[in-house]
């Protein structure tokens, strides 16, 4: 097989019924290369196909009201060589499968939506859960010589949130992610990644070193609240969390996009804001080293403060100013970033925030209240394509 296979499902679920039912994905024909006519249901196959795959369909994902079901061939590369079911796994977790059909040649994954290390988003419209398939072949007879490539196939689930959708089992996934915020007013903080221009979410594959990670972050209440969002650190990993080993920082210091001060990278906030409750940052794709899999997760932590607040050291947005050589926020004055070149921006923002909420008028909140205006989300995984002309790695402090 050739050295590479990324190929991204994504599984529409919605109605009222407990299973639905699986999206099919083609390797053959040239449909499965970009959106299908069937109403509810996109398929997308990134590039390459193989030559001489079979008809059947490779993977199959049902994503059921708490739980997907993954339905694997063992001919996944369409070649008539079967892989060891022993060398897929689901997720960052690597849980083993649930079942193997020898007649049929199948292996199936059972979980639940928030197992095996998979990752939550939730946007205005729909909770997206995101996992792996992992194929990791154990080594030939002969350990001299290598008969095929690790493969990574992400896989998603989108479940509609505005929908009268039959779904008692999904509320108690949200704790554990820290993603669905309830104050007086309802906030939902969120990470999306976009396209060039912005205006749309773009896939999670294909990327590769040298390109730009567009990400969005937003805050939304169901209230009028004027709140301005800032994202407090972010941290890259190879699974999900801030604390995971190799772990690479890119925003830190309550706010400093501390990966632009590199001199290779071009990574910055995007001014002006588009809104006071969005913020839009870019940063250079990198790989951690010695990652087979080629892909990174993004842990970020994001707060809100009144948008009547003046920007200060602890809450802000700044950048490294290659130019000038100097630190520039994206609002307020350029004091607030002298900090961001010592390493240092103060105390726990916790106390800052508390003022902060006190101030709020005709707004009551107690100090266990704090944590509901502000949440760690994950965006990931990103992958990237596996190009052998693709050189240079990026390193710090021997994380990254």
Not at 151 to 174: D, G, K, L, M
Not at 351 to 372: C, I, Q, V, Y
Request: proline share 8%; aromatic share 8%; with cysteine.
């Amino acid at each position: 097989p050739k050295s590479s296979l990324i190929l991204a499902l994504l599984c529409w679920a919605a109605g009222e019924g407990v299973a639905y039912p699986p999206w099919d994905f083609s390797w053959g024909d040239a449909v499965g290369r970009g959106a299908r006519a069937e109403p509810n249901a996109w398929s997308h196959v990134e590039e390459p196909q193989f030559p001489g795959s079979s008809s059947q369909h490779p993977v199959a994902v049902q994503c059921q009201e708490a739980q997907l079901v993954v339905t694997v061939h063992r001919d996944l590369f369409g070649t008539g060589r079967l892989v060891n079911a022993a060398d897929l796994t689901l997720g960052p977790a690597a849980c083993k499968h649930s079942s193997l059909s020898r007649a049929q040649n199948t292996v199936t994954f059972t979980a639940g939506l928030h197992e095996c290390g998979s990752t939550v988003q939730i946007t205005p419209d729909s909770l997206i859960y995101r996992t792996l398939l992992n194929y990791d072949p154990s080594p030939a007879s002969n350990p001299v010589i290598i008969r095929s490539n690790p493969a990574v196939i992400p896989i998603e689930c989108h479940y509609p949130r505005r929908e009268n959708v039959s779904s008692n089992a999904i509320r108690p996934t949200w704790t554990p992610f820290n993603s669905m915020l309830l104050a007086e007013e309802k906030l939902v903080f969120s990470l999306r990644l976009m396209n060039e221009d912005w205006s749309a979410e773009r896939p999670f594959t294909g990327f590769q070193l040298g390109d730009i990670l567009n990400i969005q972050a937003e805050v939304g209440t169901e209230s009028h609240v004027p709140l301005r969002l800032f994202v407090d650190s972010c941290v890259a990993a190879l699974s999900p969390g801030a604390d995971s080993s190799p772990h690479y920082t890119i925003i830190d210091f309550n706010g400093c996009l501390v990966d632009g001060r590199l001199d290779d990278t071009s990574s910055a906030f995007v001014t002006p804001r588009p809104r006071e409750d969005m913020l839009r940052f870019q940063i250079d794709v990198f790989r951690f080293a010695g990652d087979t899999r080629n892909l990174i997760y993004i842990t970020c932590h994001l707060k809100v403060t009144p948008a009547d607040q003046t920007p200060d050291p602890l809450n802000k947005a700044c950048s490294f100013n290659k130019a000038r050589n100097t630190w520039a926020p994206v609002e307020g004055t350029r004091d607030i970033c002298s900090c961001c070149e010592m390493g240092n921006c103060g105390s726990s923002a916790l106390s800052r925030s508390l003022n902060a909420l006190e101030r709020w008028p005709g707004r009551r909140f107690r100090r266990h209240d704090t944590k509901e205006v502000e949440a760690d989300v994950v965006i990931g995984p990103v992958l990237l394509s596996r190009d052998p002309g693709a050189g240079g790695q990026r390193q710090e402090g021997g994380q990254g």
